[in-house]
């Protein structure tokens, strides 16, 4: 089966601009994690959505948002780029609560870089 | 503080040999599950294999185990048999199951493997 698609792979915009990034999890999958990867931070939690709603939010001001769609993709925004929002912006999909392993199962990632 | 600690930000080991990369973790929530995941050059996660706090086994696949003592709060992932194949970056996570059911990721251990 088809395992978790982001869109774009790569992409550079300049300070100021915003950008979309979108995630389409496995089929079946209601719960859409994201992650912003930098070598300085490392992994860092921004959201889930579970059936069209945030059920989790990390740390990250207001300039950084999301939502899912009733197909279970999702999308996240970030507004007035600031050059330190350059990062891996990964996206994980898993089957959601009530499942005791829930494995979450990553995309390739959409790379952004902040001119 | 931090939840997951990798102490190891790099270690180099010989190909065939086993290796051990530690991961401690901290926690009151009495439920809660440990991932260790793999992170090719490519980018892409690799779910590698997963701890419940309640298995009284530690969990194995394949090459991978888990060397799971919850008194210590650690959860080191051992590879036997190291490949030329396992270079790459391991991740620590933890979802804690009463809190708010997110998964956090420690900040990684780079590893290579020498022919």
């Known amino acids: 089966k088809a395992g978790v698609t982001q869109t774009p792979r790569y992409l550079i915009k300049t300070r100021g601009q915003q950008v979309t990034l979108s995630c389409s999890p496995i089929s079946g999958h209601r719960s859409v994690s994201w992650y912003q990867q930098t070598p300085g931070q490392g992994l860092q939690f921004l959201f889930e959505?579970?059936?069209?709603?945030?059920?989790n939010k990390g740390n990250f001001p207001g300039r950084f948002s999301g939502r899912q769609f009733s197909n279970s993709r999702s999308e996240m925004n970030v507004s007035t780029l600031e050059l330190g929002d350059s990062a891996l912006y990964l996206c994980?999909?898993?089957?959601?609560?009530?499942?005791?392993?829930?494995?979450?199962?990553f995309g390739a990632g959409s790379r952004l870089t902040v001119l | 503080a931090q939840k997951i600690t990798q102490t190891q930000p790099g270690m180099f080991v010989q190909e065939k040999e086993a290796v051990t990369l530690d991961c401690t973790y901290d926690?009151?929530?009495?439920?809660?599950?440990l991932f260790w995941y793999k992170q090719p050059s490519s980018g892409e996660m690799i779910f590698l294999i997963y701890q419940g706090s309640y298995d009284q086994q530690n969990a194995t696949e394949g090459r991978y185990s888990l060397n799971f003592q919850k008194a210590r709060k650690s959860a080191n992932l051992v590879i036997s048999a190291s490949q030329l194949g396992d270079s790459a970056m391991y991740f620590c996570a933890m979802r804690e199951r009463e809190r708010d059911d997110k998964i956090i990721f420690g900040k990684g251990t780079r590893l290579h493997i020498l022919p």
């Open positions: 994980a999909s898993s089957l959601g609560r009530g499942s005791g392993a829930n494995v979450l199962t």
């Open positions: 926690t009151s929530d009495p439920s809660y599950g």
């Open positions: 959505y579970f059936s069209e709603t945030q059920r």
